[in-house]
């Protein structure tokens, strides 16, 4: 069975860092992902990388903050938060697709086939 196990969320002070980690079966697919749930707000895309990690694609509201990476050979996925904000509260969850990756593709949840259970990031101002 596949999954993916997300680690690394907590509470943490506006301005602060926080380091998400994901592990998995998946992780070798073409296309792995980070996207994240507010309270009262739809799934919303954070960002993506290919399977080399040459390629990656962020959110607006992130970029220039976060970092996604990847580790295909020990099957980990990383998602580096810094200047973290209140408005980054939300449920990280990692997500995989078979799909090679595309910028515009990789920012649409229903690509993603393989989902994990999410992890809680909380920014207090």
């Known amino acids: 069975q596949v999954r993916l196990i997300e680690s690394g969320g907590g509470l943490v002070q506006a301005g602060g860092s926080l380091r998400l980690s994901c592990a998995g079966s998946t992780l070798s697919l073409p296309t792995m992902a980070w996207l994240r749930q507010a309270t009262g707000k739809e799934r919303e895309f954070v960002a993506s990388?290919?399977?080399?990690?040459?390629?990656?694609a962020y959110a607006d509201s992130v970029k220039g903050r976060f970092t996604i990476s990847r580790d295909s050979a020990n099957r980990i996925q990383y998602l580096q938060m810094n200047s973290l904000q209140p408005e980054d509260t939300a449920i990280y969850y990692c997500?995989?697709?078979?799909?090679?990756?595309?910028?515009?593709?990789?920012?649409?949840?229903?690509?993603?086939?393989?989902w994990g259970q999410g992890t809680q990031v909380t920014v207090s101002s």
């Open positions: 990388i290919s399977r080399g990690g040459g390629y990656t």
């Open positions: 997500a995989a697709a078979s799909k090679l990756w595309s910028d515009t593709r990789s920012r649409v949840a229903d690509e993603y086939t393989y």
